[in-house]
């Protein structure tokens, strides 16, 4: 049972309030450091040198062969030129072409309404992107794109002939048929 006098979350009737080290040495004194930002040198923080000096040797020793010898200062490094050659920057602005290729722009949009919806959108992907190519003075994709919208321009008004031909070629059919 439990007492009513303690608390759950007292502390036990023989601890005496002392931490214990768990055989670690304890930390070092709070000191009071009146810049954060620029640490005091001290335990953790050795002195460091001011200036520029030799570097230090950490590295040396046997196994680790001869260290080479720093340049001295203000001398250029062996075969390292004394002048730097700076290119003048060049901004290429796009230009458009001054024959510009057809983009068959209308044709595509007449396709895509009146003949074959799909081929059509396609048509008139290829179209506006023959277009682009144009003001951006591209030919080699002018010419690819513009070739591609023709060719599905001329599939598309082809299929649109053909389902209107069959169209018609039905109606006459059923006409008859009804007639008699």
């Not at 309404?113 to 179209?127: D, F, M, Q």
């Not at 992107?129 to 994709?141: C, H, K, L, Q, Y």
Request: glycine share 10%.
């Amino acid at each position: 049972m439990m007492d009513p006098d303690k608390s759950a979350s007292a502390p036990p009737s023989n601890w005496t309030g002392e931490k214990s080290s768990m055989g670690q040495a304890p930390p070092p004194p709070y000191q009071d450091n009146p810049h954060p930002w620029h640490p005091q040198p001290g335990q953790g923080y050795p002195p460091q040198p001011q200036g520029y000096g030799a570097p230090p040797q950490q590295y040396g020793g046997p196994g680790y062969g001869p260290q080479p010898q720093p340049f001295p200062v203000g001398q250029p490094y062996p075969g390292q030129q004394a002048s730097v050659i700076v290119q003048p920057t060049q901004f290429v602005t796009p230009v458009p072409l001054q024959h510009p290729v057809n983009d068959y722009l209308c044709y595509s949009v007449f396709t895509m309404i009146c003949c074959c919806l799909p081929l059509g959108v396609a048509a008139l992907i290829y179209s506006i992107s023959a277009r682009e190519a144009n003001i951006v003075g591209d030919r080699m994709t002018a010419e690819r794109s513009s070739r591609t919208a023709r060719t599905l321009n001329h599939v598309a008004l082809g299929i649109g002939i053909g389902v209107f031909i069959l169209c018609i070629v039905y109606g006459v059919v059923m006409a008859s048929l009804i007639s008699h």
